[in-house]
């Protein structure tokens, strides 16, 4: 005589099947959000490490829209040690200005900037009347659009100083024949009355992530403004 | 005798769980490294999991060792009811760990001479045996049992290793486009965006998939970075600069150099450098072997930009 074990089996699976059901439920409920200073976020190298870089790193982990005034050394940068109390991009941000006092942080509508405070822009704090990106699809064809302002150019002229080159970086390339984006959304930005950097910021935030990095140099004989994104 | 049909209890099960696959004979098997900064453990996870039919007649069975920098730590195993799970460690973070996992299930058949238990789920037969056409299958129970323990196959954890380049037309056909030059112009990306606008210079286009130790894409979500050196030229050492990378997508690159119109580059304003990359992964980082050389300019007069993997 076989007997079949099938209805025992068809029974334990059900039960466990619910639990596992119930398990599902239990970890998609609805959780609060975490305020975006309170993300974890992630840094190596505490011990030896840039504050272009500790910056860099703490936006791009905690995926966290923001932009950084560098000092316009024309030696590199010196390397600090963070004393960090834990993760947190606030946290994070608190150490790097404990470290590097010459430097601010604040956040403003979901944006983060860390600003070396003796720094003399010529640009930053240019009133840009009107701002407008219609579906741009990369951060740095935005901030072509802003450069292109007959106002920046106007003020590029009246300091003398020049762009430097923009570093393109790289790309999130979708994995297909073609790679083309065709279909993939843009963002698109209108500001008015705003400043060059509330500008910026505003390319950051309606792309929901990116970081940007603005420096003035007095180097080797030339006088230029670099802008990248560092976070794309 | 009592007999069931299978595709009876297959009907039974999508009632029950409604969306959730009620596949018989599906193995699953797992690897992955954990990072325990707070315990400055990496720990190495391994599971073989058999769906619920499956497991009426198989036992899982999963072994798992773990690698530190590719040396060899530990290995255990586990066998488990519909699932094996087994964590191995070892003391540290700093290290690359890898594990791999190789599944097993532990199957249990009989024989009363005349007829066997047939293995519908497609693992093994017994010598001479074949499904029947109307899928009966008989459950064991009171005749003899033959434990069989079946390899099925080994997984690991993928760790980002290198850049590859990757058939992407047309910007980026067998990986590598086109040197394009503008005067006034558009500098577009591999993917076709205009990138900068008003231009008079040299570009070109390229696309990436990353690998990993094995060679086999990695298609998770990642951040890369990538980083410059041994840097001659006009200009100075580009910036480092990040880049999030959905998944299941590739890496683009568009290496250029020029100036904004009706400025161009001197009759020899160019410059050479390496492109260094590092992966964050699962909140890790992993300097990628690959490195670019790039030249990229104006060369007595003649536009340039090659663009080479020189070390893979």
Sequence with gaps: MKVCKTWLVLALATGLGAIAFGQSVADSGVVKPKHVLERQVAIRGLEKITIERAFREAMSSGNVPGGIVLPGDCANEDERQLDIASTTLRDVLDSIVSAAPSYRWQYRRGVVNLIEVRDGTALLGLRIKRFEVKNAKTLSGALNDLMNLSEVKRRLEEVNISQAKQEIGLTDLRRTDSGMDGDTQGFSVSCSNVTFREALNEIVRANGKGAWAYSERHCNGRDEIRINFIVQ | ?312
């Design chain 2, 1 to 312: 005798m009592k007999t069931i049909r299978l595709f009876i209890m297959l009907v039974f099960f999508s009632c029950v769980f409604g969306a959730i696959d009620a596949l018989a004979g599906n193995v699953y098997g797992t690897s992955a490294v954990i990072y325990d900064y707070a315990n400055n453990r990496t720990r190495g996870y391994s599971r073989t999991q058999v769906d619920y039919a499956t497991a009426e007649y198989y036992t899982a069975y999963v072994c798992g060792e773990l690698y530190k920098d590719g040396v060899y730590q530990v290995r255990a195993c586990q066998s488990g009811i519909i699932t094996a799970t087994i964590y191995t460690q070892y003391t540290g973070t700093s290290a690359t760990g890898s594990v791999v996992s190789d599944h097993y299930v532990d199957m249990k058949y009989f024989d009363e001479e005349q007829s066997s238990y047939i293995d519908y789920s497609g693992y093994r037969f017994l010598p001479g045996n074949n499904y029947p056409i109307d899928w009966f299958f008989y459950p064991a129970e009171i005749f003899g049992y033959f434990p069989v323990s079946i390899y099925l196959g080994s997984t690991y954890n993928q760790i980002p290793t290198k850049l590859r380049f990757i058939h992407t037309p047309p910007r980026a056909p067998n990986g590598i486009g086109p040197e394009i030059t503008v005067t006034n112009g558009d500098v577009l990306d591999t993917a076709g965006n205009v990138k900068l606008s008003n231009q008079c210079g040299v570009y070109r286009n390229m696309a990436y998939e990353l690998v990993d130790q094995q060679d086999k894409p990695i298609v998770v979500a990642f951040n890369i970075t990538e980083t410059f050196a041994d840097y001659s030229g006009v200009d100075s050492v580009p910036g480092t600069l990040s880049q999030s990378i959905s998944a299941g997508n590739i890496v683009g690159d568009t290496q250029y150099m020029g100036r904004t119109a009706p400025t161009c580059l001197g009759t020899n304003d160019n410059e050479s450098f390496t492109q260094h990359f590092m992966v964050t992964l699962g909140g890790k980082n992993h300097n990628l072997t690959t490195v670019v050389s790039i030249l990229r300019g104006r060369f007595s007069g003649t536009y340039m930009c090659d663009v080479a993997i020189t070390t893979p």
